[in-house]
Every structure is written in structure tokens, then in C-alpha cells.
């Protein structure tokens, strides 16, 4: 079945240029378009749909206060924020408000179809760039005094009572891979993946893929790689 999705953005040219494109891809139902978060707001509450495309900086509501709000109302529809700005304000204003996705207008066609996909199966996906600084912020306010990078191999007992194919599992899972590229990494199937995540997720009280990554960076399992030279 496909995705539902509304899209919003104050710019006519984008706006119908996303529609334009998301109208092309097989797994993606464009159902309407907004100009503004006001209008975007009337629209979920029409239609209904699985997945709001939001812009962030738009007249009359901006998109943090119409996820907000939308995130509140309906429950049952995803955001997922397609946006210009990627700085650490905006990122964080939106999350805080409810957003499972977060996407630079960088983003191809194929990667915006991953993130509606994505938050439709209760996951969240941050654009790359978007999801070191967001968790390099969380290392800086929240890591323990002396923290080192990890080794998971000659560490002592891990927190929650993980074990260390699951703390291995939750440092890819920080590092943005999928339960396929994790599944490859470690030589296991996709299923015994699921298997892992949903026991580490049990074991540690998370609620999602964000939850993960931030509480992986908080107990020490994740660092932030270094940037390119």
C-alpha cells in the first residue's frame, strides 16, 4: 500500500516540483499540497494522511509549530521536515516538536522515499550531516567525565544488561546504518537483527531509532567519527 503524503512548502516552485517528483515514485500517494503550516494543519485534519513533507520557515505557522500541533492532533501522521536549514536550532526545534525525519533540499528522490518509508514503519531518519552534529551536541552536554572511545570487546559489563552482540548492533545503529547494512556488517540475517534491536530496545526502554542513537552517545557505546581531513 502506499504512503500517503502532504507536502508543505511556502514555495510554489518547490512545492510543485515535490509533488512533481514524489507523484513518481511507486510506493508514494501524493494526496494535497500547503503553502504554510496553518493551511498544512486544515489538510491533515481533510485527509488524513500517513506522512507530512514540512518545510520549517513559512509564513502565518512555521513548520516546528505546525508539527506541534499536528503531531498532537493526529497522532497517526508522521513528519518528516524537508528543509533548507540544517543548523542545530532548527534541528533540534524540530524533533522536540515530533518530527521522525529530518532532510536537507539536498535530499534525492530516493532518499526523501526512504525516510516516508521509514517513519510509516515507526523508524526515524536524520539526514547524515544532520544526525552527527545533532549527536555530537548530545556527547558534549551528557558524557561522562573521561569517556574514551569504545571497544566493545574489552569493555566490562554494559549498561541495561545488553549483550555485546546488542551493543554492537546499537553502535551501527548510531552510526546511521539500516537493518540491512547492519545485517551485513556483522555477517547475521535481517530477521536476527530485528531480533536484537527489539531486545536492546526492550532492555534499554526506547522508544525508536533517535531514542537509540541518543542513548547509545549518552552511555558511552557511539562516538562521532572524526571529520575528513
Known amino acids: 500500500m502506499s504512503a500517503r503524503v502532504l507536502v508543505v512548502d511556502d514555495q510554489a516552485v518547490v512545492r510543485e516540483g515535490l509533488v512533481l517528483l514524489l507523484g513518481l515514485l511507486p510506493d508514494i500517494e501524493v494526496v494535497g499540497s500547503a503553502p504554510d503550516g496553518r493551511e498544512a494543519l486544515r489538510l491533515v485534519a481533510e485527509l488524513r494522511p500517513d506522512v507530512v513533507l514540512m518545510d520549517l520557515r513559512m509564513p502565518r505557522m512555521d513548520g516546528v509549530e505546525a508539527t506541534r500541533e499536528i503531531r498532537a492532533a493526529f497522532p497517526a501522521t508522521q513528519v518528516v521536515v524537508l528543509t533548507t536549514y540544517s543548523d542545530d536550532e532548527s534541528v ?4 522536540r516538536a515530533g518530527a521522525r ?3 536537507t533540499k539536498s535530499a534525492d528522490a530516493e532518499e526523501i522515499a526512504r525516510a516516508v518509508a521509514a517513519v510509516v514503519n515507526g523508524d526515524a531518519q536524520l539526514d547524515p550531516g544532520v544526525q552527527l552534529r545533532l549527536l555530537s551536541a548530545v556527547v558534549e552536554d551528557r558524557r561522562p567525565p573521561g569517556r ?5 570487546q574489552r569493555q ?3 549498561p541495561d544488561g545488553l549483550t555485546p552482540r546488542e551493543a554492537e548492533v546499537l553502535r551501527l545503529i548510531a552510526r546511521g546504518l539500516s537493518n540491512a ?3 551485513a556488517v556483522l555477517f ?6 530485528k531480533t536484537h534491536i527489539n531486545n536492546l530496545f526492550a532492555k534499554a526502554h526506547l522508544r525508536d531509532r533517535v531514542h537509540a542513537v541518543t542513548y547509545a552517545y549518552r552511555v558511552g557505546l557511539a562516538e562521532p567519527e572524526a571529520p575528513d581531513a
Open 92 to 95: 533540534f526545534a524540530a524533533l
Open 101 to 103: 525525519g529530518f532532510l
Open 148 to 152: 574514551t572511545r569504545p571497544d566493545i
Open 156 to 158: 566490562g559489563p554494559l
Open 181 to 183: 547494512e547492519i545485517a
Open 188 to 193: 547475521i540475517g535481517e530477521a536476527t537483527v
